[in-house]
């Protein structure tokens, strides 16, 4: 079946960093691949999503590209700030009739960005 | 931005009582989805709908409920709350057309039950 690993944490860091959360997942097919943010107290917000290979995902400063050889989708973003603090989520699209619309989230990653 | 609310925010209750979980948007979506938020932080499907008197079982096991008699609500029900149903509950909802399908999702319920 289908599944989506991403790397754990929390992952501390400070600001103006580099930060790069790794993501990869299993499925058959082309599934559309995203990264939701949950921000304290909030739900989930779609932060970028990809279709199809190769396909560059980029919002308020984050980028991830669908990489079928690897089958990744690693999050990057080239300086962060504190307000970047939350719980990143990658998740990944069903590609049959059957879980047409559903989501296949990774477990989360936790990041603190300190001043 | 979504349109999508949850009441209540926050509920403590006793055990062995009801409770419902409200969940309303305004998109016109014709999907919507409850999850499970443990607080590992990961996500469970419980309940989804794809329209209108559709609702069907999630991923993980549930003891609540789920009615889809108007397109725009999608509430949530326990008939006799237990300790282990303390949690986060995520609404989300999605077009129901287009690929990829993203969902919007509402800002939770938390949920403590002594």
């Known amino acids: 079946g289908n599944s989506v690993t991403q790397m754990e944490g929390p992952v501390t860091l400070s600001e103006e960093a580099f930060l790069t959360i790794n993501c990869t997942y299993t499925a058959t097919g082309y599934p559309s691949l995203f990264w939701y943010v949950q921000y304290p107290g909030e739900g989930l917000q779609l932060l970028l999503k990809a279709t199809k290979a190769d396909d560059k995902g980029s919002n308020k400063g984050f980028e991830a590209t669908y990489r079928k050889e690897t089958t990744s989708f690693h999050l990057e973003k080239g300086s962060v700030q504190v307000s970047d603090s939350a719980v990143y989520f990658c998740a990944l699209g069903g590609m049959t009739t059957d879980s047409w619309g559903k989501l296949q989230f990774g477990a989360g990653t936790q990041v603190v960005v300190t001043p | 931005e979504a349109d999508i609310y949850q009441t209540p925010r926050y509920l403590v209750i006793g055990t062995g009582k009801k409770i419902t979980l409200e969940c309303s948007q305004t998109m016109g979506h014709d999907k919507m989805y409850w999850y499970q938020q443990d607080p590992g932080m990961e996500l469970h499907l419980i309940h989804y709908s794809y329209g209108v008197n559709s609702t069907e079982k999630g991923d993980l096991s549930s003891e609540s409920t789920v009615s889809r008699i108007r397109t725009e609500h999608f509430p949530l029900t326990l008939e006799s709350a237990r300790p282990s149903h303390t949690s986060q509950y995520l609404c989300?909802?999605?077009?129901?057309?287009?690929?990829?399908?993203?969902?919007?999702f509402g800002p939770g319920t938390r949920l403590l039950v002594l």
């Open positions: 989300a909802s999605s077009p129901g057309s287009g690929v990829p399908e993203t969902q919007y």
